[in-house]
Structures are given as C-alpha cells and as structure tokens.
C-alpha cells in the first residue's frame, strides 16, 4: 500500500505538511523543526510530572509550528519514563488537534509485529492521517533488561531477523500476506479488514549503518540517531542514500537527524542545563542509571579526568548556547549534513528549561504561532 495516497491528504492539516512523510520548511528554518521526547524523569520529579510536560510540551510544538513530536521507548532506566510508546502517544493524540505523534520509536525486536500493527492501527483510528511509526532494531536497553522483554537470551538472534519482522509486520499492516500464508486469516484491527483507510508511514531508525542500507533498499524515510552517535552519522545518511531505490512510498529519499539542543537567554544558563544530561549519560554509561541531576548536582560534581573528557565529548555534538546561537549551529549542522529534517532533543533536568528551549529556538527561526 502507498503511504502517499490519503495519508498524504492528511499531512496537510496543519499546513506544514505536504504528504505523510515530507515536512515544509517554516520561517527562516531550512528544514522542518520536529521534537523527540524522552519523557525525562528530573531529580526530584516524578514520572507523572515528566508526562504532564510531555502534553505541554506537544501542545507547544503544535502551537509552534514543530511538524512532528516523537517518543522513544527505553526501558529499566529511571530518567527516562518513555517505556510504553504506544500508551504515551494515545494520550498525546488525546490533547492535540494537529501534530503528527510517533515512536521514535518502536524496538521492534523487543515485540510481536502483530501486537505493533494492531496498537499502531489503534493509534492511527484515534488520529487519522497523524500517526507515524518509527522501528529500530536494538532493544533500547541493557542486555539483562533486554532478555527479560523477550524471554530470551538469544539477543543477536532478534537483531538478525529484522527484516524478517519488518516484512511480516507490514503485511500486518496492509492486510496482504498471500493466501498460502500461515496468517492469511489473520487480521490486525483496527485495520484495513474494517474497510479501506490509511495507516502509519513507517521510518526505520538507525545509528550506524544496517538500517540505513535497509531503508534505502525499501524506499522508506530514515531517522539517523545523531544525537547519540555524531561520528556515524554522515557515514550512514550517505549509505542511505547511495542504497535508495524510489518506492510506493517516495520517490526520493527523506531523512531525518535527532539533535541534542538547547537554548536559553544566556549561555551559562544554557550550559548549566545540557551539564545535567551529560553527567546522567556518563552514570548510564558507566552502570549507573537514576534521575536526571540537578543543575546544582552537575555543577558540585566531581569529574575524574575520564568522566571530564567523557562529558565534553557529549557536549560537543549538543548545539546549545543562545537562541542566536542555537539557530547558527542548527543550521551548519543542517548544511553538512543535508538533513531533510530536524528533530530536537533536550535530555536535561528542568522540565521548563526544555519548554522554554523549544519556544526560544521557534522564536529564533520566527515559526507562526498556529491557532
């Protein structure tokens, strides 16, 4: 099925969008400005707080013109209170008009492509034309964590059959295994067994190079994790590329690029918060996952030579500073990569902080202000 046909009608409405997949630039941004969300869990906060931020913070992006606002699953880690990408965007969908909402995304290995197809299906009947669905291939976890999501040892195994799973869960999708197939009579629902209608376009997400060859085989959008993976990134976006063959779904390829940003008034600031998520990366790294940290906690810490050039590694790929700043580096990062997209992510402490980070950067780049 193409994902060009009444999705692409959809896309439209909030007059950003040009097809299913495709953004529209907006003020002077060079590229569509979307958001990733990790629903982070501040010391201090609490999971319902950290989700209460993420309505507002959709309800912002939509105000603000972001084209899309996805979440990503993790699991078995306290700052991150994004396990359930499927409930989180139902309730999403639930308090916004316009939006696209998606997983950014979805581990698919860690699932049965039936259980995806059928709750993606359910998420697309709540908000038709809205819903975008963003696959990735590791668990999204520690490996202890990841065996116990699939009751299995066998990690490599679920890794290797991607495309495998990628297949059976887009005829799930579409409602087309042939006849002779063990699951010709089985049907996802909602889905297209209830009469013609539109599902969710699929991304394949990726940090090195294996989705991005695959989705340039299959004609699929591409969502590159460069926000975690800086030096793979042009590497990838360029086998991408050089892999693409055009499909029911574009005729050209269409990536994306998850950044780390952060603006505030003034730089200290700026740098007082994107500290926060860089030491709450190195305890990941390092064992031991919690809470994101406090500004004040990041600042009294005590960095060990390594655990210092560990977080000014981190910090180099965040764009962070001043609106002024965040524009300019957004966009030299845009320039070389050739990103069709930007989505925006800000891991830090304060939940205002990441608020007022996305409205200064709209700001910046002078998005309307929708209705």
């Given at each position: 099925m193409s994902e060009t046909g009444t999705q692409a009608d959809a896309g439209t409405a909030d007059g950003a969008g040009t097809d299913a997949v495709r953004g529209a630039a907006l003020g002077s941004a060079p590229v569509p400005l979307s958001v990733l969300d990790l629903v982070t869990v501040g010391s201090g906060s609490t999971a319902s707080r950290a989700l209460a931020t993420s309505v507002e913070l959709s309800r912002l992006a939509e105000r603000r013109g972001y084209h899309r606002h996805w979440v990503a699953e993790h699991h078995s880690m306290p700052g991150v209170a994004s396990s359930s990408p499927a409930v989180i965007l139902a309730h999403l969908a639930a308090h916004t008009r316009r939006i696209r909402l998606g997983s950014g995304g979805v581990m698919l290995p860690n699932h049965a492509p039936l259980v995806i197809a059928e709750q993606f299906g359910t998420l697309e009947a709540l908000a038709p034309g809205r819903i975008d669905l963003g696959l990735g291939r590791a668990p999204g976890t520690d490996g202890a964590t990841a065996a116990a999501l699939r009751r299995?040892?066998?990690?490599?195994?679920?890794?290797?059959d991607f495309p495998e799973q990628l297949s059976e869960l887009t005829r799930f999708l579409d409602d087309d295994f042939p006849d002779a197939h063990p699951y010709s009579r089985i049907h996802a629902v909602p889905g297209p067994v209830q009469g013609p209608k539109g599902r969710p376009p699929v991304w394949l997400l990726g940090s090195?190079?294996?989705?991005?060859?695959?989705?340039?085989?299959?004609?699929?959008?591409?969502?590159?994790?460069?926000?975690?993976s800086a030096r793979n990134t042009l590497p990838a976006l360029d086998l991408y590329r050089e892999s693409f063959r055009p499909s029911a779904v574009l005729d050209a390829p269409y990536a994306l690029i998850g950044v780390g940003a952060l603006a505030a008034e003034d730089e200290k600031e700026a740098y007082r918060q994107v500290l926060t998520g860089a030491l709450s990366m190195l305890r990941l790294r390092t064992g031991r996952p919690g809470l994101i940290p406090t500004p004040?906690?990041?600042?009294?810490?005590?960095?060990?030579?390594?655990e210092r050039e560990f977080a000014d590694g981190w910090l180099a790929n965040v764009v962070y500073g001043t609106p002024d700043a965040v524009r300019t580096g957004l966009d030299e990062l845009q320039k070389r990569t050739g990103a069709d997209e930007l989505m925006l992510t800000a891991n830090v402490h304060g939940a205002q902080a990441r608020l007022r980070s996305h409205e200064l950067i709209a700001d910046a780049y002078g998005l309307p202000e929708l209705d």
């Open positions: 299995t040892d066998r990690l490599n195994e679920g890794a290797d090195s190079g294996f989705s991005a060859r695959l989705a340039g085989l299959l004609g699929l959008p591409f969502a590159f994790a460069h926000h975690f004040e906690e990041a600042e009294a810490y005590g960095f060990s030579p390594a």
